[in-house]
């Protein structure tokens, strides 16, 4: 009429709610196929955005959260799908506590690989939370199933456990990185043990290994060192309290000097007295 449109309503049909029809359609996939929950939320999201309705729009990232969640558990051995599977999960906003699961897989399998990228794995893992934090230190459960069994008993794992995991994890990761920075010939050592024990104080046992390697180090080359390079060794060994090393040193470089010089002249004698002398 004109302008204006009329309508002569002969029935009224009542159905569910677009978030009632989400639910029973999710409940109906199951969990066996994690695509199809993730296209079903998609079918949803036009009507969530125009009619602005939030309960509408929790259901559907919860349903991509669980949907990641079971992606997740299929790919926990593949770092390609564990990477195409966190940029996804970031796009769709799904929940945080799941993000973080597929992140530490990642640097988990990092962590496992015999020659990892140290940097990507460390850079990914201070993403986590509370990953410095070194008190409490992580508990019983977490030390015992890291390396074997860590993946799944974080997935399982409440805040607190999941916190010692990233420390764990990082301190392995770190201790690695520091000793593959070793020199072949194992002459820094030392350095890199300080800075373990600084980062790592209950790290004792890569320390004393890092240590004995720089020990052995100087024990080796004991006919190449000058007097500031025994003072030094021999400080060093002095130091650790170790006395015994030390004096074996000392004789082994007296010895050196000797047969360096000779004692068939009197300058090889004259020389050799005063390398004595500088010993004394």
Do not use: C
């Amino acid at each position: 009429e004109g302008t204006r449109t009329a309508f002569i309503v002969s029935r009224v049909l009542v159905r569910g709610t677009d978030l009632k029809a989400l639910i029973d359609r999710s409940e109906e996939a199951g969990e066996k196929d994690p695509q199809r929950l993730l296209t079903l939320a998609s079918e949803y999201v036009p009507d969530a955005e125009f009619y602005k309705d939030d309960n509408l729009k929790l259901q559907i990232t919860e349903i991509r959260t669980r949907a990641v969640g079971l992606l997740l558990r299929k790919s926990l051995s593949n770092p390609a799908e564990l990477t195409s599977l966190l940029a996804q999960a970031e796009s769709l906003k799904v929940n945080e506590r799941v993000q973080q699961e597929i992140r530490f897989a990642l640097v988990y399998l990092e962590a496992k690989s015999p020659t990892p990228d140290f940097d990507t794995a460390l850079k990914m893992l201070k993403t986590l939370p509370n990953w410095d934090r070194a008190i409490p230190p992580p508990g019983k459960m977490v030390v015992e199933a890291f390396p074997a069994n860590a993946m799944n008993a974080y997935l399982r794992a409440g805040d607190n456990d999941r916190f010692g995991f990233h420390r764990l994890a990082y301190a392995r990761l770190r201790t690695r990185q520091l000793q593959a920075s070793l020199k072949p010939d194992g002459s820094n050592g030392v350095e890199l043990a300080k800075q373990i024990q600084f980062e790592f104080p209950d790290e004792k046992t890569v320390v004393q290994q890092l240590v004995s390697k720089e020990v052995d180090w100087h024990l080796s080359r004991s006919d190449q060192l000058s007097r500031q390079d025994l003072i030094a060794a021999v400080t060093l060994l002095q130091g650790l309290d170790r006395k015994a090393e030390s004096s074996d040193l000392i004789q082994r470089w007296q010895k050196a000097q000797e047969k360096r010089f000779g004692t068939s002249t009197l300058a090889g004698i004259l020389r050799t007295a005063d390398e004595y002398l500088f010993v004394a």
